[in-house]
């Protein structure tokens, strides 16, 4: 059974730690860390009350100590977090499991180090339908591949009546500029034509109540749109229920 370390305790992390011990992810959970103590302790707290005399995770005090005992590093931190695993993890030969997916495009370097070092690196398809069909239509001759995302504004600290576009661009920039909440657009970019390619729009609309995402595909293939209209997560409103449901599904994949 794979072993996995986790970093970063808090919404998705919860969530994937739940899962391990509820068996919906067959693997091993061995260790945790946050940059928070408190979160650590507090999951490891809850994962008693289900773990069924399954062996708790070691809460760790340092990245190194949680990645070491580790196949694979779960990252639910964000994306500097991704950086600073990437560079204890590749060199002990763990792969990495990213939810921060924007710093893959920020920061390049990751994926070519985890090639490097002959590591895996994975990423769900997060709040985003279509990934599969995106990768697909690329091996062909793809025209144009855009997100459009609209969100309410209040969640981009905006107080208006009508819609606004807060930014259009190349997905590169959309990361940079929001890289809390464009997860998205660097998994589209990755799957598909990259992201200098792919063009983003970001909507602030009074008219949504939850963060939703077009995909638009035209190519030799024909055509693709999907539209998602994310639920956000109970305990963090910026965090897709989806992207931890994807997460999760992922995850099972790759360890079974
Ligand atoms: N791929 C997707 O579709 C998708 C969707 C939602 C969120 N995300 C990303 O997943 C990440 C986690 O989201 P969340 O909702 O669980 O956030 P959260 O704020 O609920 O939890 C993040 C946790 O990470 C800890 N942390 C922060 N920096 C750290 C570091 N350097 N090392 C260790 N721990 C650290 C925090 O203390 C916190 O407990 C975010 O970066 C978010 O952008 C991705």
Redesign the pocket.
């Known amino acids: 059974m794979k072993k996995i370390s986790l970093?970063?305790?808090?919404?998705?992390?919860?969530?994937i730690a739940n899962a391990i011990y509820r068996k919906i992810i067959p693997a091993k959970l061995v260790a945790i860390?946050?940059?928070?103590p408190e979160?650590c302790r507090r999951l490891k707290k809850k994962l008693n009350d289900i773990s069924n005399g399954v062996k708790l995770p070691a809460v760790c005090r340092t990245?190194r100590d949680a990645i070491r005992p580790s196949d694979i590093v779960v990252?639910?931190?964000?994306?500097?977090?991704v950086r600073?695993?990437a560079a204890v993890a590749f060199p002990m030969k763990k792969d990495l499991f990213?939810?921060?997916?924007?710093a893959l495009i920020r920061w390049n370097d990751i994926i070519k180090r985890a090639k490097k070092n002959g590591c895996r690196v994975y990423?769900?398809?997060?709040?985003?339908a279509g990934l599969d069909a995106v990768a697909a239509a690329s091996l062909g001759k793809v025209d144009s591949v855009r997100l459009i995302t609209r969100k309410p504004p209040k969640s981009l600290g905006l107080d208006i009546s009508r819609e606004k576009t807060v930014f259009r661009g190349r997905a590169r920039d959309a990361v940079r500029n929001f890289?809390?909440?464009i997860?998205?657009a660097?998994?589209l970019s990755i799957a598909g034509i990259g992201q200098e390619k792919t063009q983003v729009e970001i909507i602030a609309d009074p008219k949504v109540q939850t963060n939703t995402h077009r995909v638009e595909i035209t190519g030799d293939f024909g055509r693709i749109t999907t539209c998602t209209e994310n639920i956000p997560?109970p305990?963090?409103p910026?965090?897709?229920y989806?992207?931890?449901l994807?997460?999760i599904a992922e995850l099972r994949k790759i360890v079974e």
């Not at 970093?7 to 969530?15: A, P």
């Not at 860390?33 to 928070?36: A, E």
Request: charged share 15%; net charge negative; glycine share 12%.
């Open positions: 970093v970063g305790c808090g919404t998705i992390g919860r969530e860390y946050d940059i928070n979160s990245l990252e639910c931190a964000g994306q500097k977090a600073e695993i990213v939810m921060s997916v924007g990423f769900p398809s997060g709040a985003i890289p809390a909440n997860n998205v660097a998994a997560s305990t963090n910026k965090t897709s989806l992207a931890i994807s997460a």
